[in-house]
T-cell receptor
Framework: DAGITQSPRHKVTETGTPVTLRCHQTENHRYMYWYRQDPGHGLRLIHY???????DKGEVSDGYSVSRSKTEDFLLTLESATSSQTSVYFC???????????FGQGTRLTVV | AQTVTQSQPEMSVQEAETVTLSCTYDTSESDYYLFWYKQPPSRQMILVIRQEAYKQQNATENRFSVNFQKAAKSFSLKISDSQLGDAAMYFC???????????FGTGTSLTVIP
């Protein structure tokens, strides 16, 4: 299995607070992704990265920002958490353009 | 953006029987990749099988096989000899040959009945 770890695994936070989720991979993968999973919606892309300091928006990027200062780390920040951002967040990574994505274990975030 | 449709939110199968999960996708591209992922209750996303669009032969991985119909833009997953451990949410995914993004369907929840 690819070495992709997310932290924290679970988090409860209050509305309006900033939250940062971390993704760390040991595979030297170039591409990294953040998805959110919600019932009835499957997995939706938030942001992705195609290299250090190279990032782009996905389909549900509003309210989220990302940073990638090292190949192995990809951070997702909720600037001011809202209840609509309660979800399960997955990080994924991949090496070559045409291979599958490898996923972390997911982070369950609850915004109260 | 490409769309991936899984029209069966829930499916069930008797243990040892065969079940087929459906997936269709919309694209104007000729080169792309298709995947089936399994998500058991542990929440971990596990790759089940992949198919390259340029390959006419359907991919097979042990008890899992696909029926890839490129003209119809259909990519179904067949699970043979279903086992209790196959119970999970299954996601179909698409990735173009030129893009960086994966597009996922909404998933099919598979129950295996003992």
């Amino acid at each position: 299995d690819a070495g992709i770890t997310q932290s924290p695994r679970h988090k409860v936070t209050e509305t309006g607070t900033p939250v940062t989720l971390r993704c760390h991979q040991t595979e030297n993968h170039r591409y990294m992704y953040w998805y959110r999973q919600d019932p009835g919606h499957g997995l939706r892309l938030i942001h992705y990265s195609y290299g250090v300091k190279d990032t782009d928006k996905g389909e549900v990027s509003d309210g989220y920002s990302v940073s990638r200062s090292k190949t192995e780390d990809f951070l997702l920040t909720l600037e001011s958490a809202t209840s609509s951002q309660t979800s399960v967040y997955f990080c994924a990574s991949g090496h070559l353009l045409n291979t599958e994505a490898f996923f972390g274990q997911g982070t369950r975030l609850t915004v109260v | 953006a490409q769309t991936v449709t899984q029209s069966q939110p829930e499916m069930s199968v008797q243990e040892a029987e065969t079940v087929t999960l459906s997936c269709t996708y919309d694209t104007s591209e000729s080169d792309y990749y298709l995947f089936w992922y399994k998500q058991p209750p542990s929440r971990q996303m596990i790759l089940v099988i992949r198919q390259e669009a340029y390959k006419q032969q359907n991919a097979t991985e042990n008890r899992f096989s696909v029926n890839f119909q490129k003209a119809a833009k259909s990519f179904s997953l067949k699970i043979s000899d279903s086992q209790l451990g196959d119970a999970a949410m299954y996601f179909c995914a698409y990735r173009s040959n030129t893009g960086n993004q994966f597009y996922f369907g909404t998933g099919t929840s598979l129950t295996v009945i003992p």
